[in-house]
């Protein structure tokens, strides 16, 4: 099983900004289709964005659509979720993974408040 290492999270107000990362240590990910996903207390892991391998294509669910950005440097086998204009709602706990999802790293912790 691959495991992923986030990082980048924090406590941040509303409003603020946040650069999350991802790599899979010993394993490489250039060719693979990645998300980042996100589960907040009391609620399901949901998608937030998909980038494919080349980073051609991308997705966004709809709550993040012009704030969130995602990205990769294959040459570094990380992914990025670049996130701006940080609400109370965006607080959870975000993974990446490949997708579809095949295993899970321990995430990091996005807190937005005041």
């Known amino acids: 099983q691959v495991t992923f290492v986030e990082s980048g999270g924090g406590l941040v107000q509303p409003g603020g900004s946040l650069r999350l990362s991802c790599t899979a240590p010993g394993r490489s990910i250039s060719n693979e289709a990645m998300g980042w996903f996100r589960e907040a207390p009391g609620k399901d892991r949901e998608l937030v964005a998909r980038?494919?391998?080349?980073?051609?294509?991308?997705w966004y669910r709809d709550s993040v659509k012009g704030r969130f950005t995602v990205s990769r440097d294959n040459a570094k086998n990380t992914i990025f979720l670049q996130m701006y204009n940080l609400n109370p709602e965006d607080t959870a706990v975000y993974y990446c993974s490949s997708y579809p999802p095949k295993s899970w790293g321990q995430g990091t912790q996005v807190t937005v408040s005041s």
């Open positions: 980038i494919e391998s080349l980073g051609l294509v991308n």
